[in-house]
């Protein structure tokens, strides 16, 4: 069993703590995975964005001026 402190009291969580945590865990995961994913797509889309820009003739600085993006 998984343990708990509570009030300086140290004791096994109950099943419904232990669900409870795991249930938690899992969300939680689930929510930095798909922050993750979010964040990956906005990136290619302002990479992709900027080679755009600059294949239509504006120079990086230009480019950069227009959105802010800064190329690494």
Request: proline share 1%.
């Amino acid at each position: 069993m998984t343990k708990i402190m509570i009030n300086n009291v140290l004791r096994d969580m109950t099943s419904e703590e232990e669900t409870e945590l795991t249930t938690s865990r899992a969300e939680q995961a689930t929510k930095r995975e798909a922050e993750a994913t979010v964040k990956t797509a906005q990136d290619a889309t302002k990479t992709s964005g900027n080679t755009k820009l600059v294949g239509l003739g504006l120079t990086q600085a230009e480019a950069t001026a227009l959105t802010g993006y800064t190329p690494e």
